[in-house]
């Protein structure tokens, strides 16, 4: 006989996500998956709300929280939409894009969503519990990632409980997430150029082939959206780098030729690997080890989103 999986915890069919949405509309937090990584998702439109994302993940506020929508028509409701950004929704939505976009007058979104900025992070996600959890609720969700704040982003509904516990009113358990890594955040400014704010699974030259140039240098050094913290997605011990080989109390993440106490793919594959990256951080953050090495991995296409979330968690 299976355990009974704890109360808060629902599979998210009809029932699970009538409750989902109850929970949402009344002001809770729910833990939902995505393709990337799963949210902690809450009403986007209401204060408290959106409070109660930063209380559960102690999340600085200052950091924006990326607001996920349906489709393209609802995103319209919030932001201002050039033909880039119609564009790249083509392209690449639903999917794991990001856009930061002029916020639109009069969007009634609450003010924590943009942390004080006159732009707004939209997605639109491709996972099919999160769209059936978007048209139940029939308004916008703001879904960081459903962890404590600078912690390891969650790949499963057991990662969520064992990082956000009582935290989080409900979790609907889609099982394990399908690319693992967060979505892109791209950036589209008033003088036509663009900037990848946080590297993932779309790469800069995916974004370029819709947009043409390339990635402009960012100018500013205020957080402009989720992820560019310089300390993030930490496993609570010291992490070293481009490790050919373990060292005394080193957990090893492999990569290829590099096995290790775990792999992030014995084939060298860069998508397995960013599916694997933070299911590998937790068992290694759960070992006796007292410190994490990872192997290296090649810095091109998905390996750059990758390295930066390494880079990230050993700051």
């Known amino acids: 006989m299976e355990p009974t999986k704890p109360s808060k915890v629902h599979l998210p069919d009809s ?7 109850s ?26 709300a959106v409070a109660g994302i930063y209380r559960a993940k102690g999340r600085p506020d200052f950091n924006p929280l990326i607001v996920h929508v349906p489709d393209v028509t609802a995103a319209e409701c919030l932001a201002e939409f050039d033909d880039r950004a119609r564009a790249l929704a083509a ?30 992070a ?10 059936a959890l978007l048209k139940t609720c029939g308004f916008p969700l703001a879904a960081p990632s459903a962890n404590r704040s600078g912690g390891v ?24 997430t399908r690319q693992g890594i967060e979505s892109t955040i791209v950036g589209l400014r008033s003088d036509y150029t663009w900037s990848v704010l946080r590297p993932g699974p ?15 240098a960012m100018t500013s050094a205020r957080i402009e959206a989720p ?25 090893l ?32 953050a759960a070992a006796p080890h007292p410190r994490i090495a990872v192997a290296p991995i090649a810095d091109h296409g998905i390996g750059v989103a990758i390295n930066d979330r390494l880079r990230r968690a050993a700051a």
């Open 23 to 48: 929970v949402i509309r009344e002001g809770g937090t729910v833990a939902v998956p995505t393709e990337t990584v799963y949210g902690l998702a809450a009403r986007a439109d209401d204060d408290a």
């Open 91 to 120: 392209a690449f939505w639903p999917g794991p894009l990001t856009m930061v976009l002029p916020l639109r007058e009069g969007a009634g979104l609450a003010a924590a969503v943009s942390a004080g900025l006159p732009t707004v």
């Open 153 to 176: 982003s969650p790949t499963s509904a057991s990662h969520v409980a064992a990082s956000l516990g009582e935290r989080v009113d409900l979790i609907l358990d889609g099982g394990e």
């Open 122 to 131: 939209l997605r639109c996600p491709a996972h099919p519990v999160m769209q």
């Open 253 to 284: 993440i492999g990569f290829g030729a590099i096995c290790g106490n775990v792999t992030l793919s014995a084939k060298g594959d860069l998508a397995e690997a960013a599916a694997r990256l933070y299911a590998c951080l937790h068992v290694a």
């Open 227 to 251: 992820g560019q913290l310089a300390s993030h997605y930490a496993p609570g011990k010291p992490v070293r780098l481009d490790a050919t080989e373990g060292r005394e109390g080193e957990f």
């Open 202 to 216: 779309i790469t800069e030259a995916d974004i370029a082939t819709v947009l043409g140039g390339h990635s402009a």
């Open 15 to 21: 029932a699970g996500l009538i409750r989902a949405a």
